[in-house]
C-alpha cells in the first residue's frame, strides 16, 4: 500500500510542479509582455508627442508663409485706367524703320485743327463705342491729348454729347497727377493702352479683371486681332509680336515711388516693342482692331496687307513681326465680329434683298 501511495504521489507531483512552473512561467511571461506592452506603448505616445510638436511646427510655418503671401489683382482691390494717346506722341519716333518716306506722315500734322476734328469723329464713332460696349464699366479712361491742343479739342468736343464720367479728355501735363488721385485705396492698378481710333472687344476689361497673371509680370501683350479698314469696309486676322494693345502692371506702392515700365523706346520696330523685353505674358485671345481709315498717321493698310504670308496668322506667325491674316468676307460673321468690339453694327441685309 506504501509503495502504491509513493508511486501515486510520484505521479502526481511532476504534474503539480508541472503546473506550479506553468504559473510561474505565465506569470512571468505576463510581467515580460506586460512590460513589453508598456515599452511599445511608452514609444508611440513619445512619437505621438514628437510628431504633433512636428505638426505645430509646420503649421506655424505655413500660417506664416500664408501671411507674406501676397495679395494677386483681382477687381476688389486693382484699378483699372485705358491710357488713349489721342495726338501727345511723337508720331514719327512710333513708327518702325520699315516706314517709307513717301508715306511717313508730315511733322506735327496732328496739331492741326483739320486733323484734330477728324480724329475727334473717329474716336466718336469707333474707340469711343467699344469703350461703352465693355462688359464691365468699372475702369477709367483717359484720352491724352498735346497741351497747346486744348482749344482745338474744347471746340472740337461741343459738337458732341457730353462723354460718360468716366471718359475724360486730358492734357499730358495733367495725366500723371489725374492718375495718381484715382489709386487712392487700391493696391494694383492696370495701364491699358488704346490708340484713339482702335477698339478692343467687349469682354477685355472683364477678361483682365479675372485674369491671374504671374507675380513677376509686369506687362501683359495682345498679340492677336483683327485689322479694319473702315473706308473700304474690309475685316481681317491680325497678328503683331509686341503690338500697342498692352497692359502695364504697377503695384500702387511701387507707382507713387515713381517707378514705371519704360515701354517706349524707339527701334527699327516701333516704340511698343519695348513691351516685350519685360517680364511678360502673352493674352492669346483676339481682342483688338487696328483700325485704318483716311486720317492715319502711324498705320497704313495697304503695306500691311502686303504682309499676307501666312493663312492662320494666329497660330502660324513664328520669326514675324506683324502679319495680315485671312480676311472675313461672310458678312455675317464680321456684322458679329464688328458688333462684339462696336456694339450695334448696321446689320445686314439678307442675301434676296441684297441681290434685289
Same mark, same amino acid.
Given at each position: ?6 508511486? %501515486? ?30 515599452? %511599445? ?31 494677386? /489683382? ?44 477728324? !480724329? ?18 468699372? &475702369?477709367?479712361? &483717359?484720352?491724352? $491729348?498735346?497741351?497747346?491742343? %486744348? ?8 459738337? $458732341?454729347?457730353?462723354? /460718360? ?24 492698378? $492696370? ?18 479683371? +479675372?485674369?491671374? /497673371?504671374? /507675380? ?8 492677336? @486681332? &483683327?485689322? $479694319? ?10 497678328? +503683331? ?48 482692331? +487696328? ?27 513664328? @520669326? ?15 456684322? !458679329?465680329?464688328? @458688333?462684339?468690339?462696336? @456694339? ?13
Amino acid at each position: 500500500m506504501k509503495k502504491k501511495t509513493v508511486k %501515486r504521489k510520484a505521479a502526481t507531483k511532476p504534474k503539480a510542479a508541472a503546473k506550479r512552473k506553468g504559473k510561474v512561467l505565465k506569470r512571468a511571461s505576463g510581467k515580460r509582455k506586460a512590460k513589453v506592452v508598456r515599452k %511599445r506603448t511608452a514609444k508611440p505616445r513619445a512619437l505621438k508627442l514628437r510628431k504633433k510638436g512636428r505638426r505645430k511646427g509646420l503649421l506655424r510655418r505655413k500660417r506664416a508663409r500664408a501671411s507674406v503671401r501676397e495679395e494677386r /489683382p483681382h477687381e476688389g482691390n486693382t484699378r483699372v485706367i485705358v491710357y488713349i494717346p489721342f495726338n501727345n506722341l511723337n508720331v514719327r519716333e512710333t513708327l518702325p524703320s520699315s516706314i517709307s518716306d513717301v508715306t511717313l506722315p508730315e511733322a506735327n500734322t496732328q496739331f492741326t485743327e483739320e486733323w484734330i476734328n477728324k !480724329r475727334v469723329a473717329i474716336f466718336m464713332n469707333f474707340t469711343l463705342k467699344s469703350l461703352q460696349n465693355q462688359t464691365n464699366p468699372h &475702369y477709367l479712361a &483717359y484720352i491724352v $491729348y498735346h497741351d497747346s491742343s %486744348r482749344m482745338y479739342i474744347d471746340q472740337a468736343l461741343r459738337n $458732341y454729347p457730353p462723354l /460718360p464720367s468716366n471718359i475724360t479728355f486730358i492734357s499730358a501735363s495733367e495725366y500723371e497727377n489725374a492718375v495718381i488721385s484715382q489709386l487712392n485705396g487700391y493696391k494694383y492698378w $492696370y495701364e491699358l493702352h488704346l490708340y484713339s481710333d482702335d477698339m478692343y472687344h467687349k469682354a477685355y476689361i472683364d477678361m483682365l479683371y +479675372n485674369y491671374r /497673371p504671374r /507675380p513677376e509680370t509686369k506687362v501683359l501683350i495682345c498679340q492677336n @486681332g &483683327y485689322i $479694319y479698314n473702315s473706308v473700304s469696309d474690309v475685316l481681317a486676322k491680325y497678328f +503683331n509680336f509686341s503690338s500697342s494693345f498692352n497692359c502695364l502692371i504697377y503695384k500702387v506702392s511701387d507707382y507713387l515711388k515713381g517707378i514705371r515700365h519704360n515701354i517706349f523706346q524707339p527701334s527699327e520696330t516701333g516704340i511698343w516693342t519695348g513691351a516685350i523685353q519685360l517680364p511678360h505674358e502673352i493674352i492669346p485671345h483676339p481682342v483688338y482692331i +487696328n483700325h485704318s481709315h483716311n486720317a492715319n498717321t502711324a498705320f497704313f493698310f495697304a503695306q500691311e496687307i502686303q504682309n499676307n504670308v501666312a493663312l492662320d496668322v494666329w497660330t502660324n506667325h513664328e @520669326g514675324q513681326y506683324s502679319l495680315f491674316g485671312e480676311i472675313i468676307y461672310d458678312p455675317y460673321l464680321k456684322q !458679329r465680329i464688328l @458688333g462684339d468690339f462696336m @456694339g450695334s453694327y448696321p446689320p445686314v441685309a439678307s442675301p434676296a434683298l441684297a441681290t434685289a
